[in-house]
């Protein structure tokens, strides 16, 4: 049982650059998440899909787009990669929104440095 | 609005020593709280959780957590700490508005010393 996967696990880009990071989950869940990671303030939600086919917009999602392509893939995407963009990305997904205790399921995240 | 504190950055323990790393939260409403575990390069995994009930959660690990209403506090609590306890802890609220919502402490880093 994968989980959550996510790729590429590294990736440098320049700035201007533009990539996508890929999520799929196996878990038949419902609800998926992109958060960053940075030293010393945890972790910060970019965007979410409660379901398939709605997006929101978390805490930071200036300079993100997202797709929620079917049930099983949320892909995120930098259009022009900017330095302050460097960090670790995290997709995670949970079971349903309806009911608050269910837990997030992570993926391994994605590193990325923009120079 | 909703937050998380966790006050250390780092807690040292010696191995067979009780820990605790601590987490205070601000909510309006009824606190939805969790706790994870991440190890270097991978990523959070779901350790407990407090959504009602008794006020001392036992989770993975041999981890426990207690819910403290009036101050505040979901402390994560383990009597003996091994080695290979040692990782990046993160308390998290959810939003009880917005179950879609995560909110994440910025993290606590335990280091257990044989």
Known sequence: ?????????????????????????????????????????????????????????????????????????????LESAAPSQTSVYFCASSESFTTGDTPQHFGDGTRLSIL | AQSVAQPEDQVNVAEGNPLTVK???????????????????????????????????????????????????FHLKKPSALVSDSALYYCAVRDPYNFNKFYFGSGTKLNVKP
């Open chain 2, 23 to 73: 987490c205070t939260y601000s909510v309006s409403g009824n606190p939805y709280l969790f706790w994870y575990v991440q190890y270097p390069n991978r990523g959070l995994q779901f350790l407990l959780k407090y959504i009602t009930g008794d006020n001392l959660v036992k989770g993975s690990y041999g981890f426990e957590a207690e819910f403290n209403k009036s101050q505040t506090s």
């Open chain 1, 1 to 77: 049982n994968a989980g959550v996967t996510q790729t590429p696990k590294f990736q440098v880009l320049k700035t201007g650059q533009s990539m996508t990071l890929q999520c799929a989950q196996d878990m038949n869940h419902n609800s998926m998440y992109w958060y960053r990671q940075d030293p010393g303030m945890g972790l910060r939600l970019i965007y979410y899909s409660a379901s398939e086919g709605t997006t929101d917009k978390g805490e930071v999602p200036n300079g993100y787009n997202v797709s929620r392509l079917n049930k099983r893939e949320f892909s995120l995407r």
